[in-house]
């Protein structure tokens, strides 16, 4: 089955113990807006529980939001549990509150991009539907 | 119509009919014309926008309803506390930056945790991984207390701990280090944040589910009319409802209704109500709506006013006060462009200021990107003195009070909040109509309406969505938290755990236990617990095994 004919799936979570969710819940209704079928994962999320939820609900995309400055030790736990469920292959992002260097080293590990306060929803979405259909064009091109 | 601007003598009618003229006929700029909250703003506001009499409108400073302010002088006796929030790494880094801060002439701390702390999670918890020291500091027991505490003399500084679900077992090593200096508790000034109910809708660190968590609220407010009668014992706040999303109007309401939903816990506990409603505060945002924040905290302090003297019956004119912090919109704060940060935080001080504020934080530059430097903090600090030392606003009582515009906008947000307090009783009350995820998805709603707003153009943001560059990350520097705090933390919990009389620590607990399942003081058990050195997650854990977990309910 093409996969255009299916929606683009994303798992929005909050890994860690921060309690921000504004930006989480706002770029998960907009990407509803543009078609994408969101799973929110609620707060105080440890990595099992984000890679678990991800490889139960089949997502494509996991995007993760967090705000407490704990991205160095959380971001490579939720990849490694994701990897660990058969789910390497999942588009991985995020955004919050991550100084740019450390953005640089998580992007090298596989965060494909991440975003900063101030980016429009708009944005977001047309990277993800960007990404994902480049994906597909490789996937066809195999 | 032409106007004809040659007659001289017109009758004011007239007058207004011509400007009303001229004025419609006009070009007008190409954007929304509302507050920052979206309400619609006319062009003018003139007398017949401001009806009610002006004695039981505003009164005086200093007498109900407070409108113009708590004070009889205001600042002409007593300028506001310059409290800047502050805490990050270890017990030992977070008291250098308290002594730096009391050096360049702060006049109250004011504590930072972080999120392990906050959760009731000692640093060395699985779920601490990685946050330990990152957004403030990390207290696990009254030994970091004591450190966080040194040589600060605890009778003469105000403190006050941003805290809420494990708000009363902070409060119990507090009153614990403060009796290991020699100070008696009665001594003790300060507030704790012990807000548990806009936890629950905005800011998200809770401990157990609703009920519990204000029996313990009400415990601490009997144990410190008592105890500790100096202490703010809530400090009912706005804040992180206004930071995640909320328009003003929301922000008062929703402050206010969990306010009051305190002051029947606490009569419904057989406490008198002036015994301590005049311990209770109230912490609001100051956005960058210069107008709409003056009149939100005018509107706080009457409504306020009237709640508790005609439906709670306070005698005490004290209840009937909004006494209160305001800090900065951190969510105003751009990591474009951030030195316009200093001049954003300018504006909203100057808001605070001239809405009677009792205490103030300025947010630093660099908030958006990391935690800020000592420089950014000083820059921060140095805008409130700037504002109370050059620019004289503070010599005169609300300013701006008989604006036509302040009034009327104030008269607006007290009846948007009292249509908030007719729904939410609708609703059976706050704690159902937070359960039910009302509050939250209106507040969600307000988000996601401001951030179109911003995506669409309607609503400006300088360095954002106009005046944009391009930039090179940061142009300024960054202060980083060192992961050698989680280790050393690590160690000395361990330490502590081996130092500790193990027997008395564990009858400490048992206590703790027993105290849940009767309507025994818990703060009384927790301030012998941090004595007997128990751990903050030792004691938050017997408390979820007895009260169980909050289940956050879905709203998205």
């Given at each position: 089955m093409p996969m255009t004919q299916r929606k683009i799936r994303v798992l929005v979570a909050k890994p860690g113990l921060d309690g921000h969710d504004r930006g989480a819940k706002t770029v998960a209704s907009a990407l509803r807006d543009h078609g994408m079928e969101v799973i929110y994962t609620g707060l105080h999320q440890a990595p099992e529980a984000i890679a678990e939820i991800a490889a139960q609900e089949d997502v494509d995309v996991v995007g993760l939001s967090i705000l407490s400055g704990a991205h160095m030790a959380l971001f490579p736990r939720v990849r490694a549990e994701l990897a660990k469920r058969g789910m390497g292959h999942v588009l991985l992002t995020g955004g919050g509150i991550i100084p740019q260097d450390d953005m640089a080293a998580l992007e090298a590990q596989g965060y494909t991009k991440l975003f900063g306060p101030g980016t429009p929803t708009e944005a977001i979405a047309k990277w993800i539907t960007a990404a994902m259909e480049e994906r597909l064009k490789n996937q066809g091109a195999q | 119509m032409t106007i004809d601007r040659s007659r001289t003598e017109v009758r004011a009618v007239d007058a207004r009919e011509l400007w009303q003229a001229e004025f419609d006929q006009a070009q007008k700029r190409?954007?929304?014309?509302?507050?920052?909250?979206?309400a619609p703003l006319q062009p003018l506001y003139g007398p017949a926008d401001v009806p009610g009499e002006f004695e039981s409108e505003l009164g005086y400073p200093g007498s109900f309803p407070y409108t113009r302010g708590v004070h009889p002088t205001m600042y002409r006796s007593r300028l506001w506390t310059m409290r800047q929030f502050a805490g990050f790494g270890s017990a030992k880094q977070t008291n250098e930056r308290f002594k730096f801060l009391l050096a360049h002439g702060q006049t109250g701390l004011s504590t930072a945790f972080d999120f392990p702390t906050l959760m009731g999670?000692?640093?060395?918890?699985?779920?601490s991984l990685g946050e330990v020291g990152q957004v403030g500091v990390a207290i696990s027991s009254l030994a970091d207390m004591e450190v966080l505490m040194g040589g600060i003399p605890m009778a003469e500084v105000s403190t006050s701990m941003t805290i809420n679900g494990p708000a009363p077992i902070m409060l119990a090593f507090y009153i614990a280090c403060g009796e290991r200096q020699g100070?008696?508790?009665?001594?003790l000034r300060g507030t704790v944040q012990n807000d548990i109910l806009k936890e629950y809708q905005?800011?998200?660190?809770?401990?157990?589910?609703?009920e519990p968590a204000l029996r313990m609220i009400t415990d601490v407010m009997g144990y410190c009319a008592k105890r500790v009668p100096q202490w703010n014992t809530i400090s009912i706040s706005g804040y992180h409802i206004r930071e995640a999303g909320s328009t003003a109007a929301q922000e008062l309401a929703f402050t206010l209704a969990n306010g009051m939903e305190y002051v029947r816990r606490g009569k419904a506990a057989g406490l008198d109500v002036d015994e301590f409603a005049p311990r209770l505060s109230f912490f609001f945002d100051s956005h960058l709506d210069f107008f709409e924040e003056i009149a939100k905290f005018r509107a706080a302090r009457r409504i306020w006013a009237r709640k508790l003297r005609d439906?709670?019956?306070?005698?005490?004119p004290r209840s009937w006060m909004v006494r209160f912090h305001t800090q900065t919109a951190?969510?105003?704060?751009?990591?474009?462009?951030?030195?316009n940060n200093i001049v954003r935080t300018a504006f909203e001080a100057l808001a605070a200021v001239l809405g009677g504020t009792q205490s103030l934080h300025t947010n630093s530059m660099d908030e958006t990107l990391s935690l800020p430097t000592e420089k950014a903090v000083k820059i921060a600090l140095r805008t409130q003195q700037i504002i109370a030392e050059e620019t004289e606003v503070a010599h005169v009582i609300d300013p701006l009070g008989g604006s036509y515009y302040v009034e009327a906008l104030t008269n607006r947000l007290e009846a948007e909040a009292e249509r908030y307090f007719a729904e939410i009783e609708r609703r059976g009350g706050v704690v159902p109509a937070t359960e039910q995820g009302y509050i939250q998805k209106e507040i969600h709603r307000s988000a996601i309406a401001y951030q179109a707003a911003v995506e669409r153009g309607s609503k400006r943001v300088v360095g954002v969505n106009c005046y944009a560059e391009d930039e090179q990350g940061p142009t300024i520097e960054l202060h980083k938290i060192d992961p050698a705090v989680e280790r050393e933390q690590h160690q000395r919990l361990a330490e502590l755990r081996k130092r500790r009389d193990a027997a008395k620590a564990k009858r400490a607990l048992d206590e703790i236990r027993d105290a849940c399942k009767s309507s025994d003081n818990l703060l009384e058990r927790f301030v012998a617990a941090a004595h007997a050195d128990c751990t903050l997650g030792e004691i938050a854990d017997v408390l979820r095994a007895e009260f169980g977990h909050y289940k956050e309910p879905k709203i998205l």
């Open positions: - | 190409g954007v929304e014309f509302t507050s920052l909250s979206g999670y000692d640093s060395d918890h699985a779920h100070v008696d508790p009665k001594l905005a800011q998200h660190a809770w401990l157990v589910p609703a439906t709670f019956g306070a005698k005490d951190g969510v105003s704060l751009t990591a474009q462009q951030p030195e």
